[in-house]
């Protein structure tokens, strides 16, 4: 069983950076692939960028290719999502999710794939 705590939430402007933190405790991270999913305001949470157990795959929904940079070190069991160029669209609760994965390189972009979830943090990009 893995527990996940989101961080690094907040409120920017359009055109700034904010950086997310996933931390994970339980147990060890190295064995879940993991990704980022958000939620806005009525609609649908959707999928923003995966990543897989060993860092050799990296995934990203196309409205934040370029923008978003998945990672995690495993070493302290932490996932991390550095967002740049930030829109008002980007505005949403960030959750981060891991699914337990036999392969290294395995990367689950699907809602239902995955088993934990964190309790998400808010960001708000204001135009």
């Known amino acids: 069983q893995v527990e996940l705590v989101e961080s690094g939430g907040g409120t920017v402007q359009a055109g700034d950076s904010l950086s997310l933190s996933c931390a994970s405790s339980?147990?060890?991270?190295?064995?879940?692939?993991m990704a980022w999913f958000r939620q806005a305001p009525g609609k649908e949470r959707e999928f923003v960028s995966a990543?897989?157990?060993?860092?050799?795959?990296?995934v990203y929904q196309d409205s934040v290719k370029g923008r978003f940079t998945i990672s995690r070190d495993n070493a302290k069991n932490t996932l991390y999502l550095q967002m740049t160029s930030l829109k008002p669209e980007d505005t949403a609760v960030y959750y981060c999710?891991?699914?337990?994965?036999?392969?290294?390189?395995?990367?689950?972009?699907?809602?239902?794939?995955?088993?934990?979830w964190g309790q998400g943090t808010q960001v708000t990009v204001s135009s």
């Open positions: 999710a891991a699914r337990l994965a036999m392969s290294i390189r395995q990367t689950l972009t699907q809602r239902a794939e995955y088993r934990h």
């Open positions: 339980g147990r060890a991270s190295r064995d879940y692939a």
């Open positions: 990543i897989s157990r060993s860092s050799s795959n990296t």
